[in-house]
């Protein structure tokens, strides 16, 4: 079973950019659909996006959808969640998970997804 790493959060102001990267510390990230959700204070945690294996089809939250990008690197075996023009609203611990199912179909519910990262904290504040 692959373990995920987190990284990339921090704190920015409304209308910053962040890129999150979900590595694998033990196994390969690579074969596995990867979901990346988030979980804001006193809040269920959301399905934010997706990226299956195979032909790298995506899915999006409405919330994200034109402002949020994920994409896979299979030679540095990570996946990146490219997000711009945040907003107070996008505060959350983020988490990347992955599945051993090949695809986004299910990509918001969390127990579609094998394996959880820790998270990585995204503050928007002024």
């Known amino acids: 079973q692959v373990q995920l790493v987190e990284s990339g959060g921090g704190s920015v102001q409304p209308g910053a950019s962040l890129t999150l990267s979900c590595t694998a510390s033990a196994g390969s990230i690579s074969s596995y659909a990867v979901g990346w959700f988030r979980q804001a204070p006193g809040k269920e945690r959301e399905g934010v996006s997706c990226i299956s294996t195979g032909d790298g089809s995506t899915a999006y939250a409405d919330s994200v959808k034109g402002r949020f990008t994920i994409s896979k690197d299979n030679v540095k075996d990570t996946v990146y969640l490219q997000m711009n023009d945040l907003k107070p609203e996008d505060t959350a611990i983020f988490y990347c998970?992955?599945?051993?199912?090949?695809?986004?179909?299910?990509?918001?519910?969390?127990?579609?997804?094998?394996?959880w990262g820790q998270g990585t904290q995204v503050t928007v504040s002024s």
């Open positions: 998970a992955s599945t051993y199912g090949v695809g986004c179909a299910f990509y918001s519910i969390s127990s579609y997804y094998n394996s």
